[in-house]
Nanobody, 128 residues
Framework: QVHLVESGGGLVQAGGSLRLSCAVS????????LAWFRQAPGKEREFVGA????????DLADSVKGRFTISRDNAKSTLYLQMNSLKPEDTAVYFC?????????????????????WGQGTQVIVPS
């Protein structure tokens, strides 16, 4: 059975940092493309970033480029999202997602429907 479990969310002041983690089990982690999405109240789920199976290719949404970094540790079957310079508009529930893909370059996988497996999310709150 596949499990994706996010952690690391919380309340942080604007300008602060958080690191989210996503522990994956029940899958061959190193064969998956992984992603982070977020969903704010009343809004659609939006793409944050994705990383290919080796960690050698990553794609980030324009809204987080320069502030967020996506990475993975295949030995630990864990995906990370380092979030710096947080803004109130980053407030959302953050979800990790997985799909089987060993593409060398991750590009264009920005829709929720591109991913088959999902975690339950972790809340990030950045007060204004």
């Amino acid at each position: 059975q596949v499990h994706l479990v996010e952690s690391g969310g919380g309340l942080v002041q604007a300008g602060g940092s958080l690191r989210l983690s996503c522990a994956v089990s029940g899958r061959t982690f190193s064969s998956d493309t992984l992603a982070w999405f977020r969903q704010a109240p009343g809004k659609e789920r939006e793409f944050v970033g994705a990383i290919n199976w080796s960690g050698g290719s990553a794609d980030l949404a324009d809204s987080v480029k320069g502030r967020f970094t996506i990475s993975r540790d295949n030995a630990k079957s864990t995906l990370y999202l380092q979030m710096n310079s947080l803004k109130p508009e980053d407030t959302a529930v953050y979800f990790c997602a997985a799909r089987q893909s060993m593409a060398a370059v991750v590009a264009g996988l920005r829709r929720p429907g591109d991913y088959a497996y999902w975690g339950q999310g972790t809340q990030v709150i950045v007060p204004s």
